[in-house]
């Protein structure tokens, strides 16, 4: 089953820096095979495979690791190297502050700061000074440096709050789902908090999974991994496993005896996660039909029925209520099948409802 798909405004900003430096953006797209119409629907959205090729497709385009999009070039290699001299810290903590500093090292690049506040007992990574010129650039940084350290010390580290400088883009609604947490707009910096007990926490990744890990990089940080600790990854997993081999989704009730709470406390911890139970199906569902027609030949008909929908009209609806097209048109406007992605970018090499079941 497909991850989580991503909006098309995510799409736009990675594509910035490559306007900006006069690139021809469109065979990017196709080679990442994503349909360059889809650009004009704030309500489109693309596979994570999709994402990742194009995230790949613009760092060979500008041998950037900022991928145009800093007021600098950070070259291939320097986020590899970054990694490898915190990986020998005894602690989170001073795996941060090495990689504050060695970003520090390059005159234009990202101004990063670790802040402990033990009166509240709360760490702050925030990012500062001109790489805020693009506010996709500053996300992804906060994004990159929360997931690495919850990849070194091998836990989801919760973040308590995360904010922006800039002002709430027209996908807002999207970050609280991202970060885990309440996000706010127009704030004074850019950063996020997380409890600063994870700071002492021992880093348990060596140097061969390091290796694995920059394989996929920056996608497999950028993309949220499911380390299975929040009651809405518990459900989400749930939902997917069963959408694989039927298409009728357990009810909220079934769910709940699966995890051992009652309904109410279920419906309780997921709107304290910021989501709901039919948020979730919906995101499922959602995503499993752009996988499947971005990425097989499977018929509408054939596809609308494994997901659930009792007629091809219901489908259509919910389709187009999710994207804001219909599933033949997305499919007419997508080139070809999945082709699969080549890693090793940050390695330091260019990488070659009605009518629907409940």
Do not use: N
């Not at 101004?111 to 996300?139: K, M, P």
Request: some cysteine; glycine content about 8%; aromatic content about 8%.
């Amino acid at each position: 089953m497909a991850r989580r798909t991503i909006t098309v405004h995510h799409v736009r900003a990675v594509l910035r820096g490559a306007q900006r430096h006069g690139l021809d953006t469109v065979p990017l797209l196709r080679d990442a095979q994503i349909p360059p119409l889809l650009l004009g629907d704030d309500r489109a959205r693309v596979t994570a495979p999709q994402f990742a090729r194009l995230f790949r497709e613009l760092y060979r385009a500008t041998q950037d690791e900022f991928l145009g999009l800093g007021s600098t070039v950070s070259r291939p290699g320097t986020f590899a190297m970054m990694c490898h001299a915190a990986l020998g810290c005894p602690d989170l903590g001073a795996a941060v502050r090495r990689g504050v500093t060695f970003y520090g090292l390059f005159p234009g690049g990202p101004d990063l700061a670790l802040e402990r506040r033990d009166a509240e007992a709360e760490a702050v990574f925030g990012v500062r000074s001109d790489l805020e010129q693009d506010y996709f650039l500053a996300e992804c940084l906060v994004i990159i440096w929360h997931r690495l350290c919850s990849w070194l010390v091998g836990r989801r580290i919760p973040l308590c709050w995360a904010e922006f400088r800039h002002p709430p883009p027209p996908h807002k609604d999207e970050y609280e789902v991202l970060f885990g947490c309440p996000v706010r707009f127009g704030a004074e910096r850019t950063g996020a908090g997380f409890p600063a007990h994870w700071l002492d926490a021992p880093l348990v990744r060596d140097e061969a999974a390091l290796d694995e890990m920059l394989r996929r990089a920056p996608f497999e940080l950028l993309s949220r991994h499911e380390y299975r600790t929040t009651v809405a990854e518990q459900v989400g997993r749930a939902l997917t496993r069963s959408l694989r081999s039927s298409p009728r989704l357990p009810s909220l009730g079934e769910i709940a005896a699966r995890l051992a709470v009652s309904p109410a406390t279920l419906r309780r911890r997921l709107a304290e996660e910021s989501t709901s139970y039919q948020r979730l199906k919906d995101a499922v569902r959602r995503d499993a039909a752009i996988a499947g027609l971005a990425e097989g030949g499977e018929p509408i008909a054939d596809l609308a029925a494994r997901l659930g929908f009792s007629e091809d009209t219901a489908f259509h609806r919910a389709f187009r209520r999710w994207t804001g097209t219909t599933p033949g048109a997305y499919r007419g406007t997508t080139p070809g099948a999945y082709r699969g992605t080549t890693p090793g970018a940050y390695r330091g090499t260019v990488p070659a409802s009605r009518g629907q079941r409940s």
